[in-house]
């Protein structure tokens, strides 16, 4: 078992930044990768950006690449994701999931943490 817990968020003015913190705990080791989804009201959960746990090759949205950096430290056990340049439509709630292995979908997740951007 792996067990996620979100830090960070809240309101934001357009074009400032804010950064989430997921931290796993329980059973780190068989992570392979770790990734952070949204969802915005009335909207499906859209992927975000993804990262390897182990080498660190990353993988974004068109929608937030270039402003959004997801980043690791493995010796916390955490997963970060900066956002700048924020937009009023980046208000939304943010999850971070883990998944065990390529190929195979996130099966833990976060409790999310909302950001709202205003404009």
């Known amino acids: 078992q792996v067990q996620l817990v979100q830090s960070g968020g809240g309101l934001v003015q357009a074009g400032g930044s804010l950064r989430l913190s997921c931290e796993a705990s329980g059973r780190t080791f068989v992570i392979y990768r770790m990734a952070w989804f949204r969802q915005a009201p009335g909207l499906e959960r859209e992927f975000a950006a993804r990262?390897?746990?182990?080498?660190?090759?990353?993988y974004y949205a068109d929608s937030v690449k270039g402003r959004f950096t997801i980043s690791r430290d493995n010796a916390k056990n955490t997963v970060y994701l900066q956002m700048n340049s924020l937009k009023p439509e980046d208000t939304a709630v943010y999850y971070c999931?883990?998944?065990?292995?390529?190929?195979?979908?996130?099966?833990?997740w976060g409790q999310g943490t909302q950001v709202t951007v205003s404009s």
């Open positions: 990262i390897t746990w182990s080498g660190g090759g990353t």
């Open positions: 999931a883990a998944s065990l292995a390529a190929g195979r979908g996130y099966e833990y």
